[in-house]
């Protein structure tokens, strides 16, 4: 099956060219296919290149095991997932909570809809953009207080308190339009909050190519602390907080266990053995350095306000 790739020429982040090729991943997850990862020679960041382009990226998600999407839960793995996702939703509510006391967030890519409906039974006002159809249909099933939004351009100017991305950003084809919409709709004291994998990480130099949160084609930009930092500050944020994600790089070795045993499940002991044993470092070399984080969840504000 063939689908149309769209090769980048200048960086998706400081638009210059000039890039190195770093690796070469497989599409564990739908096509098989092998897709270049490479690195801006000026700004650092790794991107997807070339990648399906926006029309027909929506191939690539069509898959029942693409977890965020689907709400079953099949096999041991799927079922940590499920008990670890319960508890981490509170967490993050919790954070958003933390700083703020005007509940009016913006869920961006909301996926099956468990965190937007988590906030929308506590009080929240929430409005949820999901682009795709059968996760759009069980976010209302959820919560019908939800407001499913079509775009962001609908969303007017400062009228969020909070946007939040759970591992959204590295999804986004349209980078640098969709953050300065986000500058727009943020209010004045609004934070932006950004979880996304981190290719320094312990895991992801353990398990290279295999690495699970490369997921190309789906992950189109694979940060680390840098590199995020650095698009957002030319877009006109600034960071004020970054938390270690202690979860991800337990799931994301396991799926990575998953993907150097050929597409099969983790059916061996060892490899469940080993995915604890590189989420455990992981975790110790993010404890002594958040910039080592599996997945970091990041909170900017605005630079400069808008006059009222
Ligand atoms: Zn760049």
């Not at 933390?98 to 988590?118: C, H, I, P, Q, W």
């Not at 929430?126 to 962001?152: C, Q």
């Not at 939040?164 to 709709?185: K, M, N």
């Not at 209010?187 to 190519?209: C, M, Q, R, W």
């Amino acid at each position: 099956m063939e689908h149309p790739l769209e090769t980048l020429r200048e960086c998706p982040s400081c638009n210059k060219s000039g890039f190195s090729q770093q690796l070469t991943c497989k599409d564990y997850t739908f096509s098989n296919r092998p897709f270049d990862i490479v690195s801006c020679n000026s700004c650092g960041l790794l991107f997807t290149n070339p990648r399906p382009d926006e029309s027909g990226i929506g191939v690539f998600y069509d898959n029942p095991e693409y977890v965020s999407h689907t709400d079953t839960q099949r096999g041991l793995l799927f079922w940590l997932y499920g008990i670890v996702k319960r508890y981490t939703l509170g967490q993050k509510r919790k954070l958003l909570e933390g700083f703020t006391s005007t509940k009016t967030v913006l869920d961006y890519g909301a996926g099956s809809g468990d965190f937007s409906n988590e906030l929308a039974s506590n009080g929240w006002e929430v409005s949820s953009f999901e682009p795709d159809a059968n996760a759009r249909k069980l976010i209302l099933a959820k919560n019908d207080k939800i407001n499913l939004t079509p775009s962001l351009d609908s969303i007017n100017d400062g009228s969020k308190s909070v946007i939040a991305l759970w591992h959204v950003l590295e999804h986004v084809h349209r980078l640098q339009y969709t953050i300065q919409q986000f500058l727009r709709i943020l209010s004045n004291d609004g934070k932006l909050v950004i979880a996304v994998p981190n290719h320094t990480s312990f895991d992801a130099k353990f398990y290279k190519e295999n690495w699970a949160a490369y997921d190309v084609p789906r992950h189109l930009y694979h940060f680390c602390p840098d590199t995020l930092v650095i698009l957002m500050e030319s877009q006109g944020f600034i960071l004020v907080a970054m938390k270690p994600m202690w979860f991800d790089s337990f799931y994301v070795s396991l799926l990575s266990e998953k993907n150097t045993s050929n597409g099969g499940l983790v059916k061996s002991l060892i490899g469940w053995v080993r995915a604890f044993v590189v989420g455990l470092i992981s975790n110790l070399v993010a404890l002594m350095d958040t910039n080592k984080c599996s997945s970091v969840t990041y909170v900017f504000k605005k630079r400069h306000l808008i006059r009222p």
